[in-house]
């Protein structure tokens, strides 16, 4: 029998996927690497408490049925799902004690997408309680720790999703993305996650046609590997009548166009949050690096004013919207948080609907005025560095009381607002040696010109390798 090398663990998933079309290894190999890894490091971490190695191994030996080369863009790359999102068979929890014994018979039209593009699902990534607050903790599982520190925080809400690829327990990994989701784990954990514009992935509905808010996206270590799960997880599909076709060229191609730049603005706060000054410096010296790409690089940033209040009253809605039945039946298993925001949304009146998705438009026709202007818009991905896990979420910044649990969040709900895609890059470390994410932001369905730019810049940073890490202990 041979044996999977766990070497491995350390490649590119573009890497892998060669491998595998090569038929140099066979979706088999890669389970048991994983399988080995995830009992060797996730004790530490917390980042995929739940397992479905046999349903994966099944769904392998079929799609190695199929000739090499012709099993679809992933080729049997093995793909973990957040805890969110259904997969057929398998427990999917929500992070909510109300689901802890929730095994849907169905799987998201997502996950039927990614296995018909030659994905082998084989675990469930941990998330915070519907997703609810920047932290990965829950009472189902408890909380994700950070590997740069197991004593920080992972972000959330596609926390274990960040820490399995940041650990070597992924190559590739889903997640999704309201207010900054995608974002916020990449950046805490030094990886690279993107919210793609609104229909890029198709996704089943729950609760009401047009939520957009939230998005499913990609995850990975590096530009050109994220490029290619956007790939494998983008089309359309008649279930979800919002989604987008299959764009002419790839998003791999274009992430390895070498297409630069010409005008790039960055902005440390878009003039609506505090920020911590080291984070401020790290992302602003790693935005002016695109000069060495021949970029001008400007201070400046579309007017956002209105997102606080904007995002407040529409996420509120959002919750209300999905989970008033469950305040109904359900209120002593709801966290804090939860009942919180979906109260906020049952109070809401017409008027202040109205005002804020006025106010979303002005944001937006503001923001595609700005894009005419400028190619990329950078800026931290989150305020601060990764913060002590116990601290249920971030309360203050630079001297600043922040209102609620998600307002710390507002340099990337804005861009959530104004409906475009938006990744975070690794872009350096602080003095203790926690990675730092600059969020790149395109115009909306600039996914290609934003996955070039990201490359450039990845390149000439020198950061991408710096993960998979083993779990470091507190120093």
């Not at 049997?76 to 929890?93: H, Q, R, S, Y």
Request: with cysteine.
């Amino acid at each position: 029998m041979r044996v999977a090398d766990q070497g491995l663990v350390r490649a590119t998933a573009c890497a892998v996927v060669d491998k595998l079309n090569k038929g140099e290894v066979t979706p088999l190999d890669l389970l048991d690497v994983l399988e080995k890894r995830i009992a060797e490091v996730d004790g530490k971490v917390n980042a995929l408490p739940t397992l479905c190695f046999d349903r994966a191994r099944t769904h392998a030996k079929e799609l190695m049925k199929k000739p090499v080369g012709s099993r679809g863009l992933l080729a049997g790359m093995p793909v973990p799902i957040k805890d969110l999102t259904n997969v057929a068979g398998v427990l999917t929890t929500q992070g909510s004690p109300i689901y802890r014994n929730n095994v849907p018979a169905r799987s998201d039209i997502l996950v039927e997408h990614l296995e018909n593009n030659g994905g082998v699902i084989y675990a469930k990534s941990n998330t915070p309680e519907f997703g609810a607050g920047a932290n990965t903790f829950n009472e189902v599982f408890g909380a994700t720790l950070n590997p740069w520190d197991t004593s920080r925080s992972a972000a959330g809400s596609s926390g274990g999703a960040a820490v399995a690829l940041a650990t070597g327990m992924a190559w590739l990994a889903h997640g999704s993305d309201m207010g900054g989701s995608l974002r916020n784990p990449a950046s805490f954990c030094g990886i690279v996650g993107l919210r793609p514009s609104i229909g890029r992935v198709a996704h089943t509905l729950a609760a009401a046609v047009d939520r957009n808010l939230g998005v499913q996206g990609p995850m990975a270590r590096n530009v050109e590997d994220l490029a290619l799960l956007l790939d494998a997880m983008s089309g359309e599909h008649p279930a979800d009548p919002l989604s987008l076709p299959v764009l002419p060229n790839s998003f791999l191609s274009a992430a390895r166009s070498g297409n630069k730049p010409q005008r790039i603005a960055y902005s440390s706060d878009l003039g609506i949050t505090p920020v911590d000054p080291e984070v401020a410096a790290i992302t602003r010296k790693a935005a002016q690096r695109f000069a060495e790409a021949g970029a001008i690089v400007e201070e400046a940033h579309p007017d956002l004013r209105e997102a606080h209040e904007c995002f407040h009253v529409l996420r509120a809605f959002d919750f209300a919207l999905s989970k008033a039945a469950l305040l109904r039946e359900k209120r002593d298993q709801l966290k804090p948080e939860v009942i919180w925001n979906i109260e906020e949304g049952l109070k809401l009146t017409v008027e202040q609907l109205e005002r804020a998705e006025a106010q979303r438009v002005a944001m937006t026709m503001r923001t595609l005025e700005f894009f005419d202007t400028y190619d990329l818009l950078l800026t931290p991905a989150t305020i601060v560095a990764p913060f002590p896990v116990e601290n249920r979420y971030v309360a203050e910044c630079a001297g600043v009381k922040f209102d609620n649990y998600v307002e710390w969040l507002g340099i990337v709900y804005a861009i959530t607002l104004v409906c475009c895609p938006a990744l975070s890059l690794p872009c350096g470390f602080t003095a203790s040696g926690l990675p730092v994410g600059l969020q790149m932001v395109a115009a909306p369905r600039g996914e290609a010109k934003l996955l070039a730019g990201a490359k450039v810049l990845e390149d000439i940073l020198g950061i991408s390798g710096a993960t998979p890490i083993d779990p470091r202990a507190p120093k």
